[in-house]
């Protein structure tokens, strides 16, 4: 096995942990992964269309992806520094607003799927 595998393999295996550790330990994407079983089960009972599981896929991954990295640049900061600081809450205050947007789009998308079903 070459190298360059090798180092994907490992790499793959350094994400796959850091995706257990934020489902381990963040309350915000537990809260996030349960929203997305949830909806995955109305997909099934309503029978979603192939282009229906793409936007729901898409949000998913969207809104888990924004908070993976705003856990990330939340870390961090505090990492950096752990007292208050004005500066590092503008940071996390704007990484938290990339959140924000992933939630609307993917709130937006939920009803665009769900509402006519109802």
Same mark, same amino acid.
């Given at each position: 096995m070459s190298s360059f595998v090798?180092?994907? +393999?490992? !790499?793959?295996?350094y994400a796959a942990k850091g995706a257990f550790l934020l489902l381990k330990n963040?309350?915000? @994407?537990? *809260?996030?992964?349960?929203?997305? *079983? +949830?909806?995955? @089960?109305a997909g099934? #009972?309503?029978d979603l269309s192939t282009t229906e599981w793409i936007m729901q896929i898409f949000a998913i991954g969207l809104v888990m992806t924004a908070e993976g990295l705003n856990t990330a640049i939340e870390e961090i900061a505090n990492f950096v520094h752990p007292d208050f600081h004005k500066k590092i809450g503008y940071i996390?205050? *704007?990484? !938290?607003?990339? *959140?924000f947007f992933a939630a609307i789009v993917a709130f937006v998308l939920?009803? +665009?799927? #769900? #509402?006519?079903k109802f």
């Amino acid at each position: 096995m070459s190298s360059f595998v090798r180092g994907r +393999l490992r !790499a793959v295996g350094y994400a796959a942990k850091g995706a257990f550790l934020l489902l381990k330990n963040e309350a915000s @994407i537990q *809260v996030q992964a349960t929203i997305a *079983v +949830l909806v995955t @089960i109305a997909g099934c #009972y309503f029978d979603l269309s192939t282009t229906e599981w793409i936007m729901q896929i898409f949000a998913i991954g969207l809104v888990m992806t924004a908070e993976g990295l705003n856990t990330a640049i939340e870390e961090i900061a505090n990492f950096v520094h752990p007292d208050f600081h004005k500066k590092i809450g503008y940071i996390k205050d *704007v990484a !938290a607003g990339g *959140v924000f947007f992933a939630a609307i789009v993917a709130f937006v998308l939920g009803c +665009l799927i #769900y #509402y006519p079903k109802f």
